[in-house]
């Protein structure tokens, strides 16, 4: 079973954590935090982790048996049932997982939300015995202002349905809990900066920013995604790779976030979306043109290397239905 560190500041008594060794876990199950130091597991491993371009042409689509498939510049598309995109999903990670793996030995990959859920396949024969999980390297790309254990943390359901099941460790970064959203987001910045540095990370050739290899998101049904919300200062926050987020328009209110020049840094970013609920949003930010005034955030998601979308037939329906 994977486990893993919060990344916080062990220099004040106010951001250091204590953990005490769990005696019925096995000795090596110990990860890296991202001041690079190792730290033993707590008892309670909840508690120790470490402008979309317009299309210039109509994609040509086609139909492989119940999928639609779609391709144009660095984008694609795939609509599948819902119970197909976990296949595909794993099939997808895991040859990104190799392919930067054989690069340069390691492999960078940023969760959020719901999308988590999809990788389930992985941790499934055969990929589950074949994957070299010591060399992944796992990032948050938001966090909400919670405990780990408040069932609307982020990485308690990586944690749930994901994390746990991994027979080796692997490298677990997450956002402290134990933080004020504002600290909290400097010390992620930091720790993001760190793992830069010592090339874990890569770095953009472009802007210098992390260059994440993969960039697992999902969105919402007003096309947020992330920690980004329509309106709110932090979509426009350029300065900064990690920011919080206040006054957010779901519950809970506070939340950390990668900036949107982080996310849009990715080598790769896959978009997973499910449910007819999101219909509407998906067509917006796959359709040419601008739809109205004012941009969704996906809609800015306009990344250096390659983006894909898996859809299920609900969230694609509009976009497969159109004029």
Known sequence: ??????????????????????????????????????????????????????????????????SVKAQWNNRSIEVLDKQHIPVSLAKYVFDLSEKFIKEKGSFTIVLSGDSVKYLKMLVEPPYINTIQWSKWHVFWADEKAVPKTHLDSNYKHAYDRFISKVPIPMNVYTIDDALSADIAADVYEIGIKIKVDSKVIASSQNTRLPKFDLMLL???????????????????????????????????????????????????????????????????????????DEKMPVQLVSPEGEMKWFLDKGAGSMYLNRS
């Open 1 to 66: 079973m994977a486990t893993s560190t919060p990344f916080s500041l062990s220099c004040t008594s106010q951001t250091r954590l204590l953990y005490k060794k769990n005696p019925m876990q096995p000795s090596h199950n110990t990860t890296l935090s991202l001041f690079g130091h190792k730290s033993s597991l707590c008892n309670n491993p909840l508690r120790c982790n470490g402008v979309f371009t317009p299309v210039v042409m109509k994609p040509k689509r086609a139909h492989v048996g119940v």
């Open 218 to 292: 999902d969105m919402g049904s007003e096309g947020q995604l992330a920690g980004l919300f329509r309106g709110n200062p932090a979509l426009t926050e350029t300065r900064k790779w990690v920011t919080a987020v206040k006054n957010a328009p779901s519950p809970p209110a506070e939340r950390i976030t990668l900036t949107l020049p982080v996310i849009n840094a990715s080598s790769n970013i896959a978009m997973v979306v499910t449910g007819a609920g999101k219909a509407n949003a998906v067509l917006n930010a796959l359709a040419e043109g601008q739809q109205g």
